[in-house]
């Protein structure tokens, strides 16, 4: 059996690994051929607006960071644990947000110089042009799993994990906390500017002067296409990071309190289990082949397939080495992979032309606008009930299952939510192949834009192209979907494990027996006010994100109507417009409108705990708004996910022919549904995912101010 | 000072009193004038239609609710109560039910009866029309009030309160039950009746053909007045007497925990502050004068004024006599009166066309639907930061303002409690006078419908009658609006108040004693589980009441559509349209499609009590289940009433001639944010209000389950 520290030293090895594979890919996607200087020339347009936009944001989100890390460390110094620990909070905080930082600059790096590559593929083939899209988009998979890996395991271990195994976990709180920040402004950044953009685009281009999408002559379709590449790729990879991140700390700091019995091998086993599952992802990648013919989608299944059977195996031989072999554990993670499944289906059922939900949201545009957002809202309202079902059936199961563990010298609460903690890793093994899939999807996306923007003339060999475009990117769309399913999901199972931990560390706190009662009566008055304002939190906080949208795209709706009136050139063709301003207007705009929404989900907890702790009720305010604000998250980020997602591909389904097909009235009332769930799906919705860990990981490391 | 059994009785006779004063009340009202021939055609059609529907709507509820008192009286005969409890169980339910259903039944009846002695008076002046209409409302909220204290106040007495206070008011929760249930199908079906006959009417006739609204050669023009009465008028009733109901008798049970140091009195107490209120709100009515010329707003206004003053004084004087001149409850008492104030204001502020929300809305109509629906949704998000800012404050608040108040042998959560219940006794004390607004609202509606239908030639004095009818339309409009805010406020409060009751309940089944702790710890895995579905109950409830809207809208286009193509004399005026038929298909729609969504908000939570109690967590699990299903219904119904309000004014707002005027591409876009609004703000919003009593009142009534 190895020792302690070699189990530490190969978790880091591991992630070492992953972070040197992630630049091998890099390199090798990078030598591949870069196409025509056509297809180099809006490549290059989108590089420079994307690195302008993330160059930007970096600085801002750079100032936040700095303003809080001196909040944590003259707060933490000031409080009962003194500098020493104030220093290692403030150290963690800073790694955790440059970590976060880095895996999601790296990892757009590559984007953008792998879609003209893959565009460049797509002219000799299909297959091609895939592998090349999936390698890239591992780039962010594997860099986002092996630098939240890297991060968490090199503190522990510097930290003086080894020797003190209990305390450290709670060390190093913040570096999920700063992780969660850079997510957050990341998510909420790119969310804004994607959203803004793309309606900008299509407002003005589409609707007002009627040319196609992707058109060159449209001032705003770079700023689109820069669009997809940091709202979905770089902020999904934000979100993904924060998950791993902030549940592997919650998992440690829970299997603290089975240290009576597992010993420091518990705590070590969330570091062994993600390091395992990144082996099993960089597998999945590589066993990913297919033919020419084959279908993509298949393609990319049976890698996940693969990336699914080898974290499953190490799960178990982790079970074995670290738990004693304890099969209740076992099963546990695989509810959790269970469960990882269960929401890519149900995301599916609710979003897809083949289903229910999807044509019958487009039989409701027959009746007009206003029928299509009723149904779809209906649609969005009714599509929560089967994801809670499945994450009350896996968090009663996974607890049931520790509980019942037989674990010696331990209460089955404890041992029932290190249960559900492991369900969480379950869920979340896979992640760096389902964040390859994810971004599998952007590349294609902009790969599409370049192809359609440098094959002007209609030729055969450009119809080929652009079929097989086509292809790539619906298996794109598919996969963008699928991994937002997911994304909720881990997040909720994520944030039950963070609250059990934030409870543990009041308790710590407090000087409280571990296995002392700690409840959070919903029954009182100040505990029921602060669930009551957490859910208010949700609901303000969507509305702030959706309406900074709706800001930011007036900005550029006015820009793109100045520049077709200013040039008359650019409509006849005769003359280029002006991407440039577009993307600085817009990235300016958005950076603007993220900071309000931003603050007050990280003002709101901290403000609540100091207000209610007034009534000595702090902690536990604090507690109740944090879990019923995850529950209305989760709630409200399943809404507007899939209710935007169902309306895009309700428009979908009209384009296929079906209702009168494009430019039906049916097709205009879809038109509708889908500028709708634009800043639901891509905004909204996916801010509440990191949101909800934001607050879990904000009051574990504000918790001193609630007491 | 009077004895117990006198107040009782006093309570007794002022509720008989008040009573009469309604029967009074119709009985001069229907005294006046009928109006000429043609006007009564239209009434009659009217009444026809909305009696059909009630005996209908009545019938299935009188079998639904046949059956659950079966359950009822079975399941508490099997459990340890015995048939004793049993008995007086099933008996509370069903008179609970039928008072109901009586109050509802009585209102409607009258209001049917006044609409077209308003018009009738119209033609003669303003003043009269006025009075008349408030004095038709006024029998509905006289009514209301007054059987819902009757009904609780007897109960009391005939099971022996007076003997034994404090197990009786837990004997009488099934009367609360009953009344919820009634009031969950009512607001339901009427709701979904009112707003498919709108849209269909409005689909068919104003975008189809052509026509203006309220024309006379539209099919479902009468099902569209009948549905105001039946929704608006209706509904709102039964919700404010469960309201009321449910308020009493969970006031008296968690009075029963201040026993040793207020004795029988403080039991009393609710009763006697809900009929010095009734006379209140008596006096205000009856003080409605106005003049010719005076903005009808402005008389009632005052009318109310002098029913908060005469409330507050009679609660002023019932704390003196009843809780020993203890001012701390009155403080909290004014506190609950000045929530229900601001709740007013604020629910003014989000949905009128004076102020920011709505003419944002109303400017994003310039961009489009999308950006309308994207707008508004954006506000119903918004709105929800005020109101709970203010529930929070009003419960913490009139908590502290109880747990200070000193009271002697009682623990200061007890009476910190019983401040909570004290505020909610406050908010609702004018319940009657504001039922009475309320009831104005779908009175003065049906009026201009019957004046726009029977003056069909335009003659200076038509137009009169007219421009009358509709400045008592608006007003009609704003105190609908205004008393949505005061339903949804007063069901927080209530709420609070009654899931502190059931725990209270939950203790004396367990035999616990009253002062010991029974958390509702949101830290176990069962209660966390039971939240998670609670919320997830309102979001699948919403769903099922709106997608309810659209399919029994699409029975009355089609019936619509049938009979313009059937006989082309409608539309040229020469022969009558079948009216009769499109409120018969819309009748039976409305009443199979409110099934559903009924029975899950009555079986969701006695599952989750049955289910749970398997993992020995059955009481808590619904605890946590009612309150934070309570949160989100607060929520949704806020985002649901405000934001179909703010798209209803926006269209008005862009009609009064604002971004292009009527017929403008601004108002067409604010056409789809009105319709999306519609199924919202009149069905499930309003529901959702019921609902959350229904959790409350099905918890209490069906609690030994869970142990």
Not at 229 to 252: H, K, P, W, Y
Not at 443 to 464: K, R
Request: hydrophobic letters at 50%; a neutral charge.
């Amino acid at each position: 059996m190895p020792t302690s520290s070699q189990y530490l030293y190969g978790v880091l090895g591991i992630s070492v690994c992953g972070i040197l594979i992630a630049a091998g890919l890099a390199r090798s996607v990078i030598r591949k051929d870069a196409g025509t200087p056509e297809m180099r020339r809006i490549s290059d347009a989108i590089k420079l607006g994307a690195e302008a936009f993330l160059r930007r944001q970096s600085r801002t989100i750079f100032l936040l960071a700095l303003a809080l890390a001196v909040i944590i460390f003259v707060g933490y110094s000031l409080s009962s644990g003194g500098s020493a620990l104030a220093m290692r909070m403030t150290i963690s905080f800073v790694l955790g947000a440059a970590c976060s930082a880095l895996a999601g600059f790296s990892g757009m790096w590559v984007s953008i110089r792998t879609n003209i590559r893959v565009a460049s593929a797509a002219r000799f083939g299909m297959r091609g042009a895939m592998r090349i899209a999936l390698r890239g988009g591992a780039v962010t998979g594997f860099s986002v799993v092996a630098l939240s890996l890297l991060g968490v395991a090199a503190l522990f271990l510097v930290f003086g994990g080894l020797a003190d195994p209990i305390t450290v976990p709670r060390q190093i709180v913040a570096f999920g906390f700063g992780a969660s920040f850079v997510a957050l402004f990341a998510q909420l950044g790119g969310g804004i500017f994607t959203k803004a953009a793309d309606v900008g685009a299509d407002l003005v281009g589409k609707v007002e002067v009627g040319i196609p999408e992707d058109d060159h002559r449209n001032p705003a379709v770079i700023a689109d296409l820069v669009g997809d590449n940091v709202g979905d790729c770089a902020g999904r990879g934000a979100d993904l990071f924060e998950s791993t991140a902030a549940e592997n700390i919650g998992a440690m700091i829970l299997a603290a309190a089975l240290y009576p019995a597992l010993g420091i091998k518990g705590i070590l086993f969330p570091l062994v289990v993600r390091a395992l599952g990144l082996l099993g992802s960089i597998a999945g990648v590589f066993a990913v082949g297919g033919s020419e013919e084959s279908d993509p989608m298949h393609s990319l299944n049976r890698g996940f397939y693969v990336a699914v059977a080898l974290a499953t195996a190490g799960f178990g031989a982790a079970v074995y080495l670290l738990l004693d072999g304890n099969w209740n554990f076992f099963f546990a993670g695989l509810l959790g992979i269970a469960t990882s499944i269960l929401f890519v289906f149900i995301t599916q059922y609710y979003t897809e032309t083949k289903y229910r939900p999807v044509q019958d949201i487009a039989k409701a545009c027959l009746t007009g606008a206003a029928t299509n957002i009723i149904s779809g809202f209906a649609v969005g309202l009714e599509c929560v009930a089967a994801p809670v079902l499945v994450i009350v059936a896996a968090i009663l199961g996974s607890y049931y299952l520790g509980a019942h563990a037989g674990i010696a010298n331990v209460s089955p609460h404890s041992a029932g939510l290190f249960g559900t903690a492991i369900a969480t890793m379950g869920m979340l093994s896979t992640a760096g192949y389902i964040l390859a899939m994810d971004t599998f999807g952007p590349i294609t996306d902009n790969a599409g834009g370049i192809v359609e923007m440098s094959h002007n003339v209609a030729t055969p060999e450009g119809d080929l192209v652009r079929a097989r475009m086509d292809r790539l990117d619906a298996v794109g769309n598919t996969t963008k979907a699928l991994t937002k399913g997911y994304a909720v999901g881990s997040a909720a199972l994520a944030a039950f494990l963070l609250f059990s931990a934030y409870i543990d560390q009041v308790k710590a706190l407090l000087h409280l027996p571990a296995e002392s009662a700690f409840p959070i009566d919903l029954g009182q008055v100040p505990v029921f006010a602060g669930a009551l304002l957490g859910a208010m939190l949700v609901f303000l906080f969507s509305s702030f994100a959706i309406k900074a949208v709706g800001k930011c795209a007036q900005t550029i709706i006015q820009e793109v109507r100045r520049q077709f009136q200013a040039d008359p050139g650019i409509m006849a063709g005769t003359s280029d417009p002006d991407y440039s301003t577009c993307v600085d207007i817009v990235t300016r705009s958005a950076l603007k409108e993220m900071i309000v929404p931003g603050l007050l989900a990280v003002a709101g907890p901290v403000l609540v705990g100091v207000v209610f702790r007034q009534f000595h009720a702090g902690a536990t305010a604090v507690a109740a708004f944090l879990m019923v604000g995850t529950i209305a998250g989760i709630l409200m980020a399943l809404l507007m996910n899939n209710s935007g997602g169902a309306w895009d591909n309700a428009k979908k389904f009209i384009e296929m022919g079906n209702y009168g097909g494009k430019g039906s009235e049916a097709h205009k009332a879809a038109v509708v549904g889908d500028t709708v769930g634009d800043p639901f799906k891509d905004t909204a919705g996916p801010s509440l995912h990191v949101l909800i860990k934001l607050l879990s990981t904000i009051t574990l490391v504000a918790a001193p101010l609630f007491l």
